[in-house]
């Protein structure tokens, strides 16, 4: 019986995991399916200003978020009764629709002393919506990831339609974000129709209390997740204010790759959390955090030989210059590889999520002195930007496997 259900547990962790590994491809693969044809229609400048606004937008989009994919999973794991995931769903829900109200009006004066039109960070603000209308926290911590997976795919296809109707010629660039924006509506429609409606959950006006409780219990996961997001997000804007916006371009292609081969280690973590959190199974933290760095390395090694055949698949001979790009950026699949399952399946499973804003205060600091530094010294390109990127989360994970083995948790990670 016990072989049985760690089979069954296994088999679990593997659904889930290829579930969410869908999501992600799917979800990384769709902006470099239409890379070719933006190209070439709107071009690299052009196209070098959407990734600009989005770059402002997925800044904010951290605040909507306020780390409640980990808190919520984790509550939502724990829900012993329906009316106890009900008041969850509506205290998370409300705090992110008042989160998403200031995101919007930030992005609106933003966009009111910006040179470009006010239109392209309202629709951009989709990013901070998609937070609302893809509660991925919901359905990790039911441990039902393919409705994720169903989410994004409609959202995704919606805006692939609306794209290639819409964007026509040079001057559309802004029918792009339309096309997301309506994605993430139709999206939004199908996730809440399946919680409230399929599933029966019911929405509750929250207390004060409540809201505040969920507020100080997830801040410390908001600090740990908007500062990591601010280190790995930070450059894409600092290359499109100061260097240019083709070079953003170049830039954002190779990361979007090496954001694609990141998949397996972020999302194999998001599968074996919830499991980790129930068990406490140590052993499966170790082997997970061998079988992460051990596949980075390859990897790695796998990238760098065919990198000038991906960039010229997927952009063409105009974006060749992403490939420098992309051989300097993929040593950061290490960090990205060992890091989440080290802050969630150790550290937050542990009640060390508190912690985990500590080392990323740190690697905050290391990343935006190594900007000030940069920025002094005028080696403000590209390539140096990469190489602060890569030393702040080196930082960040060795702050927490000290911080791990300091608490007494080194059989979670050797």
């Given at each position: 019986?016990?072989?049985?259900?760690?089979?069954?547990q296994?088999?679990?962790?593997f659904?889930?995991?290829?579930?969410l590994?869908?999501?992600?491809?799917?979800?990384?693969?769709?902006?470099?399916?239409?890379y070719?044809?933006?190209?070439?229609?709107?071009?690299?400048?052009?196209?070098?200003?959407i990734l600009?606004?989005q770059?402002?937008?997925i800044?904010?989009?951290?605040?909507?978020?306020?780390?409640f994919?980990?808190?919520?999973?984790?509550?939502?794991?724990k829900?012993?009764?329906?009316?106890?995931?009900s008041?969850?769903?509506?205290?998370?829900?409300?705090?992110?629709?008042?989160?998403?109200?200031i995101?919007?009006?930030?992005?609106?004066?933003?966009?009111?002393?910006s040179?470009?039109?006010?239109?392209?960070?309202?629709?951009?603000?989709y990013?901070?919506?998609n937070?609302?209308?893809?509660p991925?926290?919901?359905?990790?911590?039911?441990?039902?990831?393919?409705?994720?997976a169903?989410?994004?795919f409609i959202?995704?296809?919606?805006?692939l339609?609306?794209i290639?109707?819409?964007?026509?010629?040079?001057t559309?660039?802004?029918?792009?974000?339309?096309?997301?924006?309506?994605?993430?509506?139709?999206?939004?429609?199908?996730?809440?129709?399946?919680i409230?409606?399929?599933?029966?959950?019911?929405?509750?006006?929250?207390?004060?209390?409540?809201?505040?409780?969920?507020?100080?219990?997830?801040?410390?996961?908001?600090?740990?997740?908007?500062?990591g997001?601010?280190?790995?997000?930070s450059?894409?804007?600092?290359?499109?204010?100061?260097?240019?916006?083709?070079?953003?371009?170049?830039?954002d292609?190779?990361?979007?790759?090496?954001n694609?081969?990141?998949?397996?280690?972020?999302?194999?973590?998001?599968?074996?959390?919830?499991?980790?959190?129930?068990t406490?199974?140590q052993?499966?933290?170790?082997?997970?955090?061998?079988?992460?760095?051990?596949?980075?390395?390859?990897?790695?090694?796998?990238?760098?030989?065919?990198?000038?055949?991906?960039i010229?698949?997927?952009g063409?001979?105009?974006?060749l210059?992403?490939?420098?790009?992309?051989?300097?950026?993929?040593?950061?699949?290490?960090?990205?590889?060992?890091?989440?399952?080290?802050?969630?399946?150790?550290?937050?499973?542990?009640?060390?999520g508190?912690?985990?804003?500590?080392?990323?205060?740190?690697?905050?600091?290391v990343?935006?002195s190594?900007?000030?530094?940069?920025y002094?010294?005028?080696?403000?390109?590209v390539?140096y930007?990469?190489?602060?990127?890569?030393?702040?989360l080196?930082?960040?994970?060795i702050?927490?496997?000290?911080?791990?083995?300091?608490?007494?948790?080194?059989?979670?990670?050797?």
């Amino acid at each position: 019986m016990k072989k049985k259900n760690i089979l069954n547990q296994n088999f679990n962790i593997f659904k889930n995991f290829g579930y969410l590994s869908f999501i992600q491809i799917f979800n990384l693969i769709f902006p470099l399916i239409l890379y070719p044809y933006i190209i070439r229609i709107i071009g690299a400048e052009n196209y070098g200003e959407i990734l600009y606004v989005q770059s402002i937008a997925i800044y904010l989009s951290l605040v909507v978020n306020f780390g409640f994919n980990i808190y919520g999973t984790n509550e939502i794991s724990k829900g012993d009764t329906s009316e106890d995931i009900s008041k969850i769903i509506s205290n998370i829900f409300t705090c992110q629709i008042i989160f998403y109200c200031i995101t919007l009006l930030i992005l609106i004066l933003i966009g009111c002393i910006s040179q470009m039109k006010i239109m392209f960070f309202f629709l951009a603000s989709y990013l901070c919506l998609n937070e609302i209308m893809i509660p991925v926290w919901y359905f990790q911590g039911k441990e039902n990831m393919k409705y994720i997976a169903i989410c994004s795919f409609i959202s995704k296809l919606t805006a692939l339609i609306f794209i290639f109707i819409l964007v026509n010629d040079g001057t559309d660039n802004l029918y792009i974000l339309l096309s997301y924006a309506i994605g993430s509506i139709v999206c939004g429609i199908f996730a809440l129709f399946k919680i409230f409606k399929i599933d029966k959950n019911k929405i509750h006006i929250p207390k004060y209390e409540d809201i505040k409780k969920v507020l100080i219990d997830s801040f410390p996961l908001f600090v740990s997740h908007s500062l990591g997001g601010l280190t790995l997000k930070s450059n894409a804007l600092f290359i499109g204010a100061l260097i240019g916006k083709k070079e953003l371009a170049y830039y954002d292609l190779a990361e979007k790759l090496v954001n694609l081969l990141s998949i397996f280690f972020q999302n194999f973590s998001n599968a074996i959390f919830p499991n980790v959190a129930k068990t406490k199974n140590q052993k499966l933290t170790r082997t997970a955090l061998k079988i992460a760095l051990i596949s980075s390395v390859f990897i790695i090694i796998i990238t760098n030989i065919i990198s000038e055949d991906l960039i010229t698949i997927i952009g063409g001979i105009d974006m060749l210059p992403s490939i420098e790009i992309l051989y300097l950026i993929s040593f950061t699949l290490i960090f990205r590889a060992v890091g989440p399952i080290i802050s969630t399946s150790i550290m937050v499973v542990n009640n060390l999520g508190n912690k985990l804003g500590t080392s990323f205060v740190f690697g905050s600091i290391v990343y935006f002195s190594g900007i000030l530094i940069l920025y002094l010294c005028n080696e403000f390109t590209v390539p140096y930007l990469i190489y602060n990127l890569t030393i702040s989360l080196a930082f960040v994970v060795i702050f927490r496997i000290y911080y791990c083995i300091k608490n007494g948790l080194s059989k979670w990670i050797i």
